[in-house]
């Protein structure tokens, strides 16, 4: 499952032109954690992949696509939603969220 996200975000990185120092500095992570995420060695904090998403503004279904659980967020009509932060969602989000409860 990791060396599958890892490929994920290597396809997204050089898609968007960028390489693992520019990415690395982007999410403010040492340029060898990004190396050591995309090969499969480290798995990386839901908050690192939060910033991995937001600096490449990709959907979370090219990060996630083909892992297990994952293949629902690409499918058509499906909200995806980043993985959550331990913290209590607040605002819109929040809202949003009691409504479907």
């Known amino acids: 499952m990791l060396s599958r996200l890892g490929e994920n975000i290597q396809a997204a990185r050089v898609a968007h032109g960028f390489t693992q120092e520019r990415l690395a500095e982007l999410i403010d992570l040492h340029p060898r954690a990004v190396q050591k995420i ?6 990386p904090k839901s908050t690192t992949l939060m910033r991995i998403q937001a600096a490449m503004r990709c959907p979370w279904d090219a990060l996630l696509r083909a892992l297990p659980g994952g293949d629902r967020a690409s499918s058509p ?21 009691a409504r479907r409860t």
């Open 77 to 97: 009509g499906t909200p995806v939603e980043p993985p959550s932060t331990g913290r209590r969602p607040v605002g819109l989000v929040a809202a949003t969220r």
């Open 38 to 43: 995309e090969a499969g060695e480290l798995n």
